[in-house]
């Protein structure tokens, strides 16, 4: 079994300010850990992911995520915030099997703020 | 060149009725999925599609059924509609041997009157 706790649902920093998105994920399997970001009334757009390889990932738009497995966390940056960074985000996790069952489960998502 | 697409995007309707959301991808995946999320905004898989055959199922009222006339399409048909099932529907799709790195659509907003 797998899942991701993302802490705070919603989350408010002054534009210009780091951004910090919070999720620990649990599972029985070495994961791959993803970070999607939904703008209002749009779709999931991938952001950046974790696939076992460095542990240090960059996304999209100045965002990074860091794995640490002794902490079993994968944390969202950004050194500073953008208006445009409002928007929902959701961390998920799978376990990369390649057989085509993957389920991606994803977190309950953290609404950004961006206070101008 | 849109690479994953829903049709429609607004859907409201009446208790009891039946209605279908298409899904298309021309991304040449061989793989598609259904997702629900719900008003607290909570995202569950509810079905994975790969070459027209069904490889994921889960806990989903049998009044939900998928169909896959191709690879490319995946259409979601929901029967006697509740008020439950009020929610955004999300399309994706992957290659198989990909599967964790999905594409997602734009989602099709259901709203059961």
């Known amino acids: 079994a797998q899942s991701v706790t993302q802490l705070g649902s919603h989350v408010s920093v002054s534009e210009g300010a780091l951004v910090l998105l919070r999720c620990n994920y649990s599972?029985?399997?070495?994961?791959?850990l993803f970070w999607y970001v939904q703008y209002p009334n749009q779709g999931l757009q991938l952001l950046l992911k974790y696939t076992s390889a460095a542990t240090l990932v960059k996304g999209i738009n100045g965002f990074e995520a860091e794995f640490k497995k002794s902490e079993t966390s994968f944390h969202l940056t950004k050194p500073s915030a953008h208006m445009s960074d409002a928007a929902e985000y959701f961390c998920a996790v799978t376990q990369g099997s390649n057989f085509g069952n993957e389920k991606l489960t994803f977190g309950t998502g953290t609404r950004l703020t961006i206070i101008p | 060149d849109t690479a994953v697409s829903q049709t429609p995007k607004y859907l409201v309707t009446q208790m009891g009725n039946d209605k279908s959301i298409k899904c298309e991808q021309n991304?040449?995946?061989?793989?598609m999925y259904w997702y629900k999320q719900d008003s607290k905004k909570f995202l569950k898989i509810m079905f994975s599609y790969n070459n027209k055959e069904l490889i994921i199922n889960e806990t989903v009222p049998n009044r939900f059924s998928p169909k896959s006339p191709d690879k490319a399409h995946l259409n979601l048909h929901i029967n006697s509609l509740e008020l439950g099932d009020s929610a955004v529907y999300f399309c994706?799709?992957?290659?198989?041997?990909?599967?964790?790195?999905?594409?997602f659509g734009p989602g099709t907003r259901l709203t059961v009157l």
């Open positions: 991304l040449g995946h061989d793989t």
């Open positions: 994706a799709s992957s290659h198989l041997t990909s599967a964790h790195l999905q594409y």
């Open positions: 599972s029985s399997v070495p994961p791959y």
